[in-house]
T-cell receptor
Framework: AQRVTQPEKLLSVFKGAPVELKCNYS??????LFWYVQYSRQRLQLLLR??SRESIKGFTADLNKGETSFHLKKPFAQEEDSAMYYC???????????FGSGTRLSIRP | DVKVTQSSRYLVKRTGEKVFLECVQD?????MFWYRQDPGLGLRLIYF???????EKGDIPEGYSVSREKKERFSLILESASTNQTSMYLC??????????????FGPGTRLTVT
């Protein structure tokens, strides 16, 4: 069965420190992976997807098929990065997405 | 700019009431979804629809039903609300026929409290 695991409920780092939010997935097919973000009082929105291989707001994520991981990284955290982050896996003809349980990132000044 | 709107931001209902949550999207998207969002559990799919009058159960459909009579509108119905349905409900839409893009666009959410 398809599954997305985010092992950390809360991650707290100091401003300027590196950030890594972990995500592991379970899927027998070819995965399509995303990171979604929800800032305080805003709607959930797409941050980045693995197929585009781009950096958004300084964040990158590399798909590692051997380790079935899609960790989100940023070299220098900023206070405005504080938010809830969800890793997500897309599959199926109607492109259902299953979400991980989320990691709350808190950046300390 | 994609717009997904939900009929209410906050709703308080009594146990046993029938509850309707409405969602409208204006981007001619094929797919629409209803999730509930609970702390520590993430987003869980309740129902989704890939076409008018078509629906499929998600992971937690019990106690819910849906209706999609028009392409732009997807309704979630709680036939007899219970306290364990107190939650944040998110609607999303995706996929325009002319684009190979399955990004989901979310509404602002409805916080439902059942007392």
């Amino acid at each position: 069965a398809q599954r997305v695991t985010q092992p950390e409920k809360l991650l707290s780092v100091f401003k300027g420190a590196p950030v890594e939010l972990k995500c592991n997935y379970s899927y027998s097919g070819s995965p399509e992976l995303f990171w979604y973000v929800q800032y305080s009082r805003q709607r959930l929105q797409l941050l980045l997807r693995h197929i585009s291989r781009e950096s958004i707001k300084g964040f990158t994520a590399d798909l590692n098929k051997g380790e079935t991981s899609f960790h989100l990284k940023k070299p220098f955290a900023q206070e405005e990065d504080s938010a809830m982050y969800y890793c997500a896996l897309s599959f199926g003809s109607a492109s259902k997405i299953i979400f991980g349980s989320g990691t709350r990132l808190s950046i300390r000044p | 700019d994609v717009k997904v709107t939900q009929s209410s931001r906050y709703l308080v209902k009594r146990t046993g009431e029938k509850v309707f949550l409405e969602c409208v999207q204006d981007m001619d998207h094929e797919n629409m979804f209803w999730y509930r969002q609970d702390p520590g559990l993430g987003l869980r799919l309740i129902y989704f629809s890939y076409d008018v009058k078509m629906k499929e159960k998600g992971d937690i459909p019990e106690g819910y039903s849906v209706s999609r009579e028009k392409k732009e509108r997807f309704s979630l119905i709680l036939e007899s609300a219970s306290t364990n349905q107190t939650s944040m409900y998110l609607c999303a839409s995706s996929f325009h026929p002319g684009l190979a893009d399955y990004e989901q666009y979310f509404g602002p959410g409805t916080r439902l409290t059942v007392t």
